[in-house]
């Protein structure tokens, strides 16, 4: 069975980092592409970025140059690096690996970005 545990949520003033883990068991995670979304209470899970197995990433624009999602496939853990968080960010942020045509999520990590 498929299980993913992200941690290193919390708050964070604005400007902050965080790092944000996702550890995986019970897949092959190495040819899995690796996902982070995130969600507002109200609104629906919106992908942040996402990494495949060769390592390529794909960030959506808001967070271009402030966040960077890196893997380490002999820990099984994808990572989130997020840099200059803005209040914007607030979310729960989720992992979600993707292979063989099913995706797992992990339940989920807060994050608020607050003075």
């Known amino acids: 069975q498929v299980q993913l545990v992200e941690s290193g949520g919390g708050l964070v003033q604005p400007g902050g980092s965080l790092r944000l883990s996702c550890v995986v068991s019970?897949?092959?995670?190495?040819?899995?592409?690796m996902s982070w979304y995130r969600q507002v209470p109200g609104n629906q899970r919106t992908l942040v970025a996402y990494?495949?197995?060769?390592?390529?990433?794909v960030y959506v624009d808001s967070v271009k140059g402030r966040f960077t999602i890196s893997r380490d496939n002999a820990k099984n853990t994808v990572y989130l690096q997020m840099n200059s968080l803005k209040p914007e960010d607030t979310a729960v942020y989720y992992c979600?690996?993707?292979?063989?045509?099913?995706?797992?999520w992990g339940q989920g990590t807060q994050v608020t970005v607050s003075s």
């Open positions: 990494i495949t197995g060769q390592g390529n990433t």
């Open positions: 019970g897949s092959v995670f190495g040819r899995s592409v």
């Open positions: 979600k690996s993707s292979a063989n045509f099913r995706d797992y």
